[in-house]
Every structure is written in structure tokens, then in C-alpha cells.
């Protein structure tokens, strides 16, 4: 008789869901007991780790991922990164194993007391089978759950008896739709307010990635002749940056978000909350004059917003019924001058280089006029952002990744799953995570994964010793003498060394084309450490 690890595994066959990401433990072995030989597992050194490297799969692949952490400690160890995952809209189903239910009651070594709580509110499901026979039903509720809009992680408890328990048949499966479509009466009703505006402007979120809607984007964009900006801290670019309509992306603030759309009189937010605010600097939402239209597949994102008229429905779904409802010919679009800083919410430093030590801004000149065309880029660099996007303008769809919540440690492994993601697919675009002195070490285990796999990634280190956006914080927020915001004395090339990668340093640009260019040629993991001066940016 066929045993619940059996149809287990056999559904997620039959879901795609073969490779495992994962970290074990005694009370996940039962459940990995016999791998199957057509299963892969992909081992992290430690749990964020894990669940960073399926988000970056996942978003890769654009298909579910499967984690696997070690009961609650494992999946606390995760919970940065599980975050992270949720605010990223990414259908992960995490599983965990559970002590033997015989012992369940006395709450012996290991046991996750409540399962179902701890996850929360970081997961749009979570459960704990009352039956061993349901096991595999609840995987198919899961999988159903996370994909559906808004996607999102989902959480299983397991305890490690049931895998040999006899299974009551087999598994279901089902299939369940994964874009929601616009209410047409409402619709038309924005496409109305549209044609009757007449300053409007657009603005797309991370969704209109997630839609693989960029065709449609513009399409919708060109059709108005409206400016273009990406929503703040946007975690994919929505938008290409080198289209003639598009201007930059917006500030976290709420009153320098209004004064950029002063002058309109309609703005419409496609795929992204109204707004992403971050530090609370005091003003309007919005400037005398404009309406706002909100458009998401999230409900809780509709009711939350504070202003403005909302609609619930998938980013791509909406704007291919908006092209097709529009009846005004098209605007003659205004002639526009893109911000410098394109995606970034605040402007470049000043800094130049200075006693030899080159600045971010010459560092990320000279990477993306060595890195190859289609490059992805990874970014979690937060005091050197505006530096990158002033260099680095993201042209294609898919091509840039970063993260939804601020939480650092997500990026370095998100990376590693993005260029597993590359080579799985058999794009074998490049992959080039740049990852600030401070964000590296919050997940730096991760690199060892990349190194097993052989994954052809550079990892660029920009090395200030400080946690410079701290200080940029401690300087808007007035609080001076902020102990532990520098960070002296890291090797980076040692911690490569160390674990499996090949690690180098450069001190001048073109050095540090010299080593692109050997890491292309070379195969696995390269980290490349570059000293650049100290500079402080300004948040507003």
C-alpha cells in the first residue's frame, strides 16, 4: 500500500514541485528519507538562506518553489526572508517538520508549540494536517493558495511519523486561475475619468513585472501620452527606463511624493500600494487638484489605501482592458527630462573620488560598461542606490531584482536562485548581485550554494567599512552619536576563499573591468571587492 511520503511525492511531480530548497533537520528526515532520484535538493547553510534562494527561483522561474526548514527554529531562523517572500508577492510553500504527534501533547525538545501562529502574518495560509492521511490534500490547498492573487507564501507543519502512515488513495489535482479580471463597469468608469483628463499620469508597480506586462505597459502608456513613474521602492522595474515617457521613480515621502505629481489632474497606480512611505516626512497625499485611481489584485491593498478610488484586478489584466476601453485619441505626449536618478527614490551623492578610492558612482560606471547587455542585476546596496540606477538603467523586462520589505539578507541569496533560476531555464543570462559591505553579511552562507552549483554569478562587494545609510538616516531623523554604524576590518576575499567562491580585489576602474571580464571567462562564482570612498546620501 502506497504511504503518505509516496503520494506526497508523486503530487508534487505532477505540481513541478521537484526541487527542494532546504536545510534538514531530525524532524525533516522523515519526510527526505529515499530521495527520489528524479527530485533535486538544493542545500543552503542556513534557513534565511533557504528561503531567499527559493524566493529568487521562484521570481526566476515564475513557477511555486518548495522549502523545507527545521521545525521553529529553522523557519524563525527564515522569518527575515519569509517577509521578505510575502512582501514580494512570491508563491513559496514552506513546509516544516513537527515532533512524533505521540508526543505532541508533553511539547518535548524540537516541537513547534503552535505552528499554525508562528508563520503569521507573513503567510496567506498555514496548517498543521489533523490526520497523516490529509497530508497530501494539504499540500494541494497550499499550492492552490499560494499561487492565486495575491500570491504568497504558504506554511505546512509535518509532523515525522506521518510519512509512513498508509495514504487513502492518491492526491487530486487541480488547477486554479492565477490572474483576476477587472469588474467591467468599473473599468470603464476608470478609462472614462482617463479620456476625460487632462493631465494624467501613470504610475506602475512591481506587479506589472510579476504580470510579465511590460509589453502592455507601454502599449497603455503611449496610448495615453502620459508620463510614466515607477511607484516607490519599486522591487522589480515595471517600466523600460530608456522609453521616452518615463521619468523616474518615486520618493518614499509622502510630502515629496505630492509635489511631484503636482500639476496633474488624474494619477493612475497600477500594481503597487498607494504608497510605500518611508521616512515620514509631513504633507499632502496629494497635491490640490489630482484624482487618484488604484489598481490591484490585492483586497487588503485596496481598503488600506488612503486616498483615492480603487479596483481590484490583476496589473496585466487591467491595463490590456484599459487600452481596449480608452476612446480619446491619443495626447500628443509633453516633452519630458528623466530624473537622474531613474528608479531611486532619492538623488545621487556628490561624492567624487577621492586619495585613489573611487566612488560608487565610478564603480557601477565602469560594471555596467564591462557587464554584457542582458545582464541581470541584483541590488541590495541601500546608500549606493541612486548611484546604481544613475548608471545602470534597467531597458528589459526581468532584468533587475531586489527586494519588497527593507529587511537586508535577502538579495545575496535571492541571487543565487535567480542565476539557478538562469541556468534551469537555458536563458543563461549573467547574474551581477551588488551587495553593500553591511547587507552582505546578513546571509552570507548563501554563497556557498552558488559555489556548489557551480552558478555563474559575480557578487560585487562595495566596500564603505560603515553602515552609510544609517548615517544618512541618523542625519534626516537628528540623532547624532548613534553608536555601531561602521564596520571595519571584513575580507571579503577571505569569506570567498572560504566558502568554495573565487574572490578578488580591485582598487581601479580598470581593474575592476579586467576582473569582469575573468569572471565571464571563468566558470562558477566570482566576489569581487572593491574599496570606495565613504559618502553619505541624502534621503530627500
Request: hydrophobic content about 45%; aromatic content about 8%; some cysteine.
Amino acid at each position: 500500500m502506497p504511504t503518505v511520503r509516496d503520494v506526497t511525492h508523486q503530487l508534487l511531480r505532477e505540481l513541478g514541485l521537484t526541487t527542494v530548497f532546504g536545510n534538514p533537520g531530525s524532524t525533516e528526515e522523515t519526510f527526505l528519507k529515499n530521495f527520489p532520484s528524479d527530485f533535486r535538493f538544493v542545500l543552503a547553510l542556513q534557513e534565511a538562506s533557504v528561503m531567499a534562494i527559493a524566493d529568487g527561483y521562484s521570481q526566476g522561474t515564475g513557477h511555486p518553489a518548495l522549502v523545507n526548514v527545521h521545525t521553529a527554529a529553522g523557519l524563525g531562523n527564515a522569518m527575515g526572508n519569509l517577509i521578505s517572500a510575502s512582501m514580494n508577492r512570491t508563491p513559496l510553500i514552506v513546509t516544516a517538520g513537527q515532533q512524533t504527534r505521540e508526543m505532541l501533547l508533553l511539547e518535548p525538545w524540537l516541537t513547534n508549540v503552535e505552528p499554525e501562529l508562528l508563520p503569521r502574518p507573513w503567510v496567506k495560509w498555514a496548517y498543521q494536517p489533523v490526520r497523516a492521511e490529509d497530508v497530501p490534500a494539504a499540500f494541494m490547498r497550499a499550492y492552490a493558495t499560494a499561487v492565486q492573487p495575491p500570491a504568497g507564501p504558504v506554511f505546512l507543519s509535518l509532523p515525522l511519523d506521518d510519512w509512513e502512515k498508509p495514504a487513502i488513495g492518491g492526491a487530486d489535482v487541480r488547477t486554479v486561475a492565477t490572474d483576476v479580471a477587472a469588474d467591467p463597469v468599473r473599468l470603464q468608469e476608470f478609462a472614462t475619468a482617463i479620456d476625460d483628463s487632462e493631465r494624467p499620469v501613470l504610475i506602475f508597480g512591481a506587479a506589472v513585472a510579476r504580470d510579465r506586462a511590460w509589453d502592455v505597459a507601454v502599449e497603455l502608456a503611449e496610448r495615453v501620452g502620459a508620463p510614466v513613474w515607477a511607484a516607490p521602492a519599486s522591487e522589480r522595474a515595471p517600466f523600460p527606463e530608456d522609453h521616452p515617457l518615463y521619468v523616474g521613480g518615486l520618493p518614499f515621502a509622502t510630502g515629496p511624493l505630492a509635489e511631484r505629481l503636482r500639476g496633474h489632474d488624474l494619477a493612475v497606480i497600477i500594481g503597487a500600494p498607494v504608497f510605500r512611505y518611508y521616512p515620514y516626512v509631513a504633507g499632502p497625499y496629494l497635491p490640490d487638484g489630482l484624482r487618484l485611481l488604484h489598481i490591484t489584485d490585492d483586497p487588503a491593498e485596496a481598503a488600506r489605501a488612503p486616498v483615492g478610488d480603487s479596483l481590484v484586478s490583476s496589473a496585466g489584466v487591467a491595463m490590456q482592458m484599459l487600452v481596449g476601453a480608452l476612446r480619446r485619441d491619443r495626447r500628443a505626449p509633453e516633452a519630458l527630462t528623466p530624473q537622474e536618478h531613474r528608479m531611486a527614490p532619492h538623488p545621487p551623492t556628490d561624492a567624487t573620488a577621492a586619495d585613489a578610492v573611487m566612488s560608487a558612482r565610478q564603480l557601477f560606471a565602469t560594471l555596467r560598461s564591462a557587464c554584457e547587455a542582458d545582464t541581470v542585476l541584483v541590488e541590495e546596496s541601500p546608500s549606493n542606490l541612486a548611484d546604481l540606477h544613475a548608471e545602470w538603467p534597467i531597458t528589459e523586462p526581468d532584468s533587475f531584482y531586489t527586494f519588497a520589505s527593507g529587511g537586508l539578507g535577502w538579495n545575496l541569496p535571492a541571487s543565487v536562485g535567480i542565476a539557478l533560476a538562469e541556468s534551469d531555464s537555458g536563458r543563461r543570462r549573467p547574474v551581477v548581485a551588488i551587495i553593500g559591505d553591511g547587507s552582505f553579511q546578513y546571509s552570507v552562507q548563501s554563497i556557498w550554494t552558488a559555489a556548489q552549483h557551480g552558478l555563474d554569478i559575480l557578487f560585487v562587494v562595495p566596500r564603505n567599512g560603515e553602515y552609510a545609510i544609517l548615517k544618512a538616516f541618523a542625519e534626516l531623523e537628528d540623532t547624532p552619536g548613534v553608536p555601531g554604524l561602521d564596520i571595519p576590518g571584513i575580507d571579503f576575499v577571505a569569506l570567498a576563499t572560504a566558502y568554495g567562491c573565487h574572490g578578488v580585489r580591485a582598487s581601479t576602474p580598470a581593474e575592476v573591468a579586467a576582473e569582469v571580464a575573468a569572471a565571464r571567462d571563468r566558470s562558477g562564482p566570482t566576489l569581487l571587492e572593491v574599496a570606495i570612498n565613504a559618502a553619505v546620501p541624502s534621503l530627500l
